[in-house]
T-cell receptor, first 116, second 113 residues
Framework: AQSVTQPDIHITVSEGASLELRCNYS??????LFWYVQSPGQGLQLLLK??????LVQGIKGFEAEFKRSQSSFNLRKPSVHWSDAAEYFC??????????????FGTGTRLLVSP | DVKVTQSSRYLVKRTGEKVFLECVQD?????MFWYRQDPGLGLRLIYF???????EKGDIPEGYSVSREKKERFSLILESASTNQTSMYLC????????????FGPGTRLTVT
């Protein structure tokens, strides 16, 4: 079965510093991969997605992620963090071969704190 | 833009009450989902519907049921609410033919006392 691991529960980054959030997945073939962001009290917003092709994908709000098959990773990066990026970030993988991978399996999330 | 709406942002119910959470999407999506979100556990799938009147159990269906009578509406029902169902409930929807990208509603924070 597919699974997603986000090893960092909390990360604190200074405003203006670079950011990398880690995500490792377990799946046998090329997965569908996603990063979502959740601001406090809100639903999830899609940041970016990977289905196939170029392994470096660009998303909204200046985020990017790189798919590395050899490491089963899909880490999220941003070169310069803004205070408004403080939120919880979820990595997800498409799951459920019997349903055509319509379902998603989510990691437990990483809470990003931005210090002044 | 895709819009997924949920009937309430905050809800307080008593133990034993029957609770209905409603979700509506306006993009003609075939798939709809109900998740619950708890700190440290991420999002866990309760039920999934891939067509009107069709449903599939997710990872934690116990204590919940669902109804999908119209394509745009997916309801989550707590037959007899219990305190361990206090949680954030998120609804999502997606197309069947464009990959599993899901669009989420704002969530309903349910407190059962």
């Amino acid at each position: 079965a597919q699974s997603v691991t986000q090893p960092d529960i909390h990360i604190t980054v200074s405003e203006g510093a670079s950011l990398e959030l880690r995500c490792n997945y377990s799946y046998g073939a090329t997965p569908y991969l996603f990063w979502y962001v959740q601001s406090p009290g809100q639903g999830l917003q899609l940041l970016l997605k990977y289905f196939s092709g170029d392994t470096l994908v660009q998303g909204i709000k200046g985020f990017e992620a790189e798919f590395k098959r050899s490491q089963s990773s899909f880490n999220l990066r941003k070169p310069s963090v803004h205070w408004s990026d403080a939120a919880e970030y979820f990595c997800a993988v498409g799951a459920g071969v019997n349903t055509g991978f319509q379902k998603l399996v989510f990691g437990t999330g990483t809470r990003l704190l931005v210090s002044p | 833009d895709v819009k997924v709406t949920q009937s309430s942002r905050y809800l307080v119910k008593r133990t034993g009450e029957k609770v209905f959470l409603e979700c509506v999407q306006d993009m003609d999506h075939e798939n709809m989902f109900w998740y619950r979100q708890d700190p440290g556990l991420g999002l866990r799938l309760i039920y999934f519907s891939y067509d009107v009147k069709m449903k599939e159990k997710g990872d934690i269906p116990e204590g919940y049921s669902v109804s999908r009578e119209k394509k745009e509406r997916f309801s989550l029902i707590l037959e007899s609410a219990s305190t361990n169902q206090t949680s954030m409930y998120l609804c999502a929807s997606s197309f069947q033919t464009s990959g599993p990208e899901q669009y989420f509603g704002p969530g309903t924070r349910l407190t059962v006392t």
